[in-house]
C-alpha cells in the first residue's frame, strides 16, 4: 500500500533544481556505476519525467495529520499521534479521518518485509562501530549538501548552521532505533521514530511552504525524491563510505541493509515506486540521484562548514580537549575530501589537508581485520555486541551534555 501524494502545481519545466545527466562530468561516472550495475544506469526521458514529478510531491498522509493538528488545540494532535502509535489506532475514541488514513498505511505490513533481513542489517550497523558514524556524517551528510535546493529545508530551519551537534544528537537517535534488532516491530522505538520524524518532516514542509520566502523553483520542500534520496545516504551511500575504508560486506549484508531502509523508507512516506527493492536498484538510484543533484551555493559552504565545526563545539574546555577536537576536526574534514573529492570539498568550505591520504593508507589494516573477523568463529558476533555496547555507553552522555530534544519536535519558527 502506497501513501497518497500531493502534487505542486508548478510546471516540470520551472524547476531550476534538476541538473543535465548529459554534462560532462557525468561521462566517467557513468561507466563506473555501469560497470559496479551491469547495465547503464542513465535515467531515460521517461525516468526523467517521474524524477521531476517526485521533485513536487508531498506527502498526503502526513501532511493532512499536520493540517488536522491546526483544527485541535495546541499539542492535542500530537497527544493523539502517540496515543495511536503507544496503543494502536483502534485506542483513539472517534480518531480523525487523517489520522485513521495514515495509520492505515503504517499499520499495513509489507508482503515483501523480510525480518531476517532486518536483523542481520541491524547486526551490520552495530559491527562498524565509530565508523559508522564518521561515515553517516562526512559522507551521508556532507554529500547532501551539495545538492543546494534539497539542503534548503535545513537552512531555513537553522538546524545545521546554528545548532549542529544537537541536530546529530537527533540524526544519530533516529539511526540507533531503526538499527537496533527489533526495533522495527510495530511497538518498537524504531517503528514509532520513523513515524515522529515523517511527521516532523510534513510540519516542517507546512511552514515552509506558508512561508512567502520559499521558491517552489526548487521543488516541493522535503519532497519524494529527496527522501528517496535520504534513504540513500543510510544505505548504499553508507555501505559504499565504509567499503571506502576497507570494510568488507558479504551480497546478503548489503540487500539486508537495503531492505531495512526500504521498510523504513516505506513508513517515513516514500512512495514504494521510487523505493529501491535491492542493491542494484538502490545504486540506479544512487547514480540517478548525482546525474540530476542541482549546483551549490552559499548554503551548501555553511551548512558543510557548520557540520565539521561540530568536532570543535562539542571538544571540551580544556587544552588536551581542545586539541584532540581539532585532530578530529581535521581527520573528520580529510575523509569527506578523500571520498567527495577536493572539488566537492571546497564547495562544502573544507579545509584542504594532507589528512584526506590517511584514510586509503590504512584500508590495508582494515581488510586485513576484515578477514580475520571473516575466519575466526565468533570474531563478527564480539565485534557486534561491542558496537552495540559502545552506543549504549556513550550516546546517552551525549544526549545529556547537549541538552538535546531526542523526541523530533520540529522548529517553532523559520531562521530565514
Known sequence: MTAMLATSPLDHADLNRVGDPERPQMRRVRKLFSLMIGSDPQPSEGQMRVIREHMLMGDTLADAVVHMYKSLPAGEGRKLVDQALEHGIDSVENPPQALTALFKQIDHEPIWLDREKLRLACDVSHRVGLSGELVLRNLSLMGGYLGAAAAKPLVFTGQLDRMANR??????????????????????????????????????????LQSDKWNMAWGHPLNQWDSMATILEFSVIFLTGLRSLGFIFSKKEREAVVHLWRYVGYLMGVEERILPTCEADAMRAFYQVVATICESDDDTRKLGQALAGASLQDGGDGWAAKRMARLEYTLRAGYTRYILGDEAGDKLGLPRTAAKYVWPAQIPLRVGAELVRKSVPGANRVLVWLGAKARRDQFPKRVQRLKADTTFTPVKTLAR
Do not use: C, I, N, Y
Not at 178 to 204: C, I, N, W, Y
Open 167 to 208: 541536530r546529530l544528537v537527533e540524526t544519530g537517535k533516529f539511526w540507533m532505533d531503526v538499527t537496533t534488532p527489533g526495533g522495527m516491530e510495530r511497538d518498537q522505538e524504531g517503528f514509532k521514530s520513523a513515524v515522529r520524524v515523517r511527521l516532523m518532516h510534513s510540519q516542517v514542509r507546512a511552514m515552509l
